[in-house]
């Protein structure tokens, strides 16, 4: 692939990025949320799918957060009834962060009909496609997560 192919792969995946933002912030603002608070559920909410211990650090490091901005962010989604802290029950000084289910389904309301477009197109390409795809998309995902890193680095 010629460097020009490269640029516009790049630009629509930029693009992509950026409806995919916009429509997330659509919802976000319907809802009377901000753009951490819809980030931070889907962080929560992937968490869950991978049985990953949510704890509030762990939260705000995936988040790039700190103390405060977590224990803020946590107090807001808590309020609104979209999460609730629980004990650890392997070990009780640990708050674990767990989604409500009223949380999941204002979500899927608004997502829902989104996933299943983008599933349905997904299902027309073949397991040799499929695995390319998924090259393709942690190599990216890899770039983002290592720029990410080296800004990082040049910010402190």
Do not use: C
Not at 34 to 46: E, S
């Amino acid at each position: 692939m010629n460097s020009d192919s490269a640029l516009a792969l790049v630009h629509r995946l930029r693009r992509l990025a950026a409806d995919m933002d916009q429509f997330g912030a659509a919802f976000a603002e319907r809802n009377g949320l901000h753009a951490t608070d819809l980030r931070a559920l889907i962080v929560l909410l992937d968490a869950d799918r991978a049985a990953i211990a949510a704890t509030p650090g762990w939260l705000g490091a995936q988040l790039g957060l700190g103390s405060a901005a977590t224990t803020a962010l946590i107090d807001r989604l808590e309020r609104a009834g979209h999460l609730i802290r629980a004990a650890d029950s392997a070990d009780r000084r640990r708050v674990l962060l767990r989604v409500q289910e009223q949380a999941r389904y204002l979500g899927w309301s608004y997502f829902g009909p989104l996933v299943g477009r983008l599933v349905t197109p997904i299902r027309g390409f073949d397991a040799d496609e499929l695995e390319t795809v998924e090259r393709f998309l942690s190599a990216m995902t890899e770039a983002v997560r290592d720029g990410d890193a080296a800004r990082d680095k040049l910010v402190r």
